[in-house]
């Protein structure tokens, strides 16, 4: 299974109707399980982002589901695929391999 961050800013509509917000989560909650995606945790922020959702899902699923979140008009999100630190080593063992072929200019 993929991480993922989701970065999330209330619309006009989700600002209007901030006090549905935690109702609103355990929706998606919900609806995650469905797609069998875990929420990991999720936090109210201040500053840029009004709130971080910490996801786990194929990106399949995951993409789906911010979709049907983003249609329902309260949030826009920003979501990112996560790389551990494990990933990262095979991603630069890779890098480094292809750097030992030779590319024309």
């Known amino acids: 299974m993929a991480t993922f961050v989701t970065l999330c800013n209330f619309t ?5 109707n901030f006090k549905d917000s935690p109702a609103r989560y355990e929706a998606f909650k919900a609806m995650a399980e469905q797609l069998e995606i875990k929420v990991k945790s999720f936090h109210y922020t201040t500053g840029t982002y009004d709130c971080v959702v910490i996801l786990e899902g194929t990106e399949e699923n995951v993409t789906a589901a911010m979709l049907k979140l983003g249609s329902l008009g309260n949030v826009r999100t920003q979501t990112l ?12 063992n890779k890098v480094q391999r292809l750097t030992k072929v030779p590319v024309p200019a």
């Open 81 to 92: 695929h996560t790389i551990s630190v494990e990933e990262m080593k095979k991603i630069i």
């Open 12 to 16: 006009e509509q989700g600002i209007r």
